[in-house]
């Protein structure tokens, strides 16, 4: 088996849209980004080439090319999921920590684990999520957190 590890931390300003896991969340501030700012995606995708030793999201799309402005960061998961194929592993189980003071994301911690459920063809018992804020340290910051455990492909599919 193999085990990743990644994170992504994001500047919070005003007029920003928040999405996390694919998720549109309701809040006058977001992550400024050259992409859509999808720290816990970005965290996961990280996670998911670490456990295969391929380098970070940085060096698949680099933040400098014009053609990942404003993208949609499920692109970056999904090439990521499609490398992790490729070399002969699923993904078996997915544990991600969030630090935002606000909004609070309790409310939307269904809607978060069922989209990333579907992105990652995963029962929403493999999908920790914690939600943690700063306590005030960096009220700023947007912070993900993700590990990732693979198992090789047809093995505990149960
Ligand atoms: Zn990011």
Known sequence: MRIGYGEDTHRMAEGKKLVLGGVAIPSPRGPLAHSDGDALLHALTDALLSAIALGDIGALFPDTAPENAGRNSREF???ALRAVRERGYRVFQVSAVIVL??????PHRGAIQENLARLLDLPLDRIGLTFKTSEGLAPEHLQARATVLLLPLGQGEA
């Open 77 to 79: 998961l999904e090439a």
């Open 101 to 106: 003071d606000r909004p609070k994301l309790g």
